[in-house]
């Protein structure tokens, strides 16, 4: 699953990656600590913080 939300990243706008960026933010937070779904969340965030910033100057 993780894979394929990434892959997905390449097609998405500079709007939809901020939205998902905020969405994937409040997910985190609302994990609790010990919770599996939290490495794969943050590496999901990592890779739309990583496009965001490779599309900055374009």
């Keep these: 699953m993780v894979d394929d939300v990434i892959v997905r990243l390449k097609s998405m706008s500079v709007k939809e990656l901020k939205e998902q960026k905020e969405l994937w933010e409040e997910r985190i ?3 609790e600590v010990d ?3 939290q490495v794969p969340r943050l590496r999901i965030l990592r890779a739309i913080i990583k496009e965001l910033n490779s599309r900055r100057f374009y």
């Design 29 to 31: 937070c609302n994990d």
């Design 35 to 37: 919770s599996p779904c």
